[in-house]
């Protein structure tokens, strides 16, 4: 197939890209003109220098496709990049292009948590852009993570950190439930619902088989590297607010995303789980364990 791809040189993109071009598709990807050195170099893939926010950067470039991925998204909000600009408008961008090129099956990520009139800017910013598509006669696949894990990702370097530490911070109670799914899992049913009609139409919430607190999560975490796990310290919430907005107002005279805001506080409150067993089934993938999966690459994650 002829895929066409937003995001591949993230996390999550880097595993889904390996996977297509391992199936022989060849892939166009948008990509910022700074991080083009960051795709791998191969005849399957090419890389379309462009910007969400600019549909003349890319849009030619959808023409002939047989399915797009879209995978942009950001956690921090710095300069242009908003919750508002990347998730919804760059969704109805990509959309509208799509429309204008005759392009009609479209694989989109949005995440566990999305729903109408939610309390975060993160998750009514993807819903938005849910509605945007769903509304457009598109052959449509959604799918929503809880988080995502795997060696080369942020949060499970975060929690490996946290795992050398003799006291690590968990906000508030820590009784927020987090239903961690394993990078491969989400590449495969990607890639997957690509070549699957019974997908179209259909929005799938992705967890892992077993919810866990953040420290559970950092024993998993100690205990695969082979040491005990330190002692929770818990934070109350009006102090990580209050980094938070210091974070929110400093990184970004800098030109940085704050590595903490009040969003991701908003949405660290809600249990974020879910019943994946619908994607499962249609996509054949029993999802693998956490503890499983952090046995496995434990030595591949980076401090
Ligand atoms: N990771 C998780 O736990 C998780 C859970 C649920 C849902 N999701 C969703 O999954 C998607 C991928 O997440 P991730 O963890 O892979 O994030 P990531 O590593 O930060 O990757 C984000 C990707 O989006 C690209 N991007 C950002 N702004 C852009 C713009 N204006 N124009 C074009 N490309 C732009 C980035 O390109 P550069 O390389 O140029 O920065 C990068 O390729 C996001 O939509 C996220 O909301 C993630």
Not at 69 to 82: A, K, P
Request: hydrophobic share 40%; with cysteine.
């Amino acid at each position: 197939m002829n895929v066409f791809m937003t995001g591949a040189t993230g996390f999550v993109g880097r595993h889904i890209l390996k996977k297509l071009m391992e199936q022989g598709h060849t892939v166009k990807c948008l990509v910022r003109p700074d991080s083009a050195p960051r795709l791998p170099q191969s005849p399957q893939v090419m890389a379309i220098p462009g910007n969400i926010h600019d549909p003349s950067t890319f849009e030619s470039a959808l023409g002939g496709s047989d399915g797009v991925i879209h995978l942009v998204g950001i956690i921090s909000e710095v300069g242009e990049n908003t919750f508002y600009r990347v998730h919804t408008r760059g969704a109805m961008n990509l959309v509208d292009a799509m429309c204008r090129q005759g392009v009609r099956r479209l694989v989109h990520m949005s995440a566990l948590g999305t729903r109408p009139g939610a309390n975060s800017q993160y998750h009514q910013s993807k819903y938005d852009a849910e509605v945007y598509l769903c509304s457009h006669f598109l052959d449509f696949t959604v799918f929503r993570p809880s988080v995502i894990h795997g060696p080369d990702g942020e949060f499970t370097q975060l929690l490996k950190q946290f795992a050398t530490l003799p006291f690590f911070p968990v906000l508030g109670d820590g009784k927020g439930l987090l239903q961690p799914v394993y990078v491969e899992d989400v590449a495969t049913v990607f890639v997957s619902a690509l070549t699957k009609p019974e997908s179209v139409g259909r929005v799938y919430p992705l967890g892992g088989p077993k919810a866990y607190t953040i420290e559970a999560m950092v024993e998993v975490m100690a205990r695969a590297m082979g040491r005990s796990p330190g002692r929770p310290m818990h934070i109350p919430l009006w102090l990580m607010n209050l980094q938070a907005a210091a974070m929110e107002t400093i990184f970004p005279v800098l030109g940085q995303a704050p590595i903490l805001n009040t969003d991701q506080l908003v949405m660290a409150q809600e249990d974020n789980v879910c019943d994946s067993s619908e994607a499962q089934t249609l996509f054949g993938t029993p999802f693998v364990d956490f503890e499983e999966a952090v046995r496995r690459y434990m030595s591949r994650v980076s401090s």
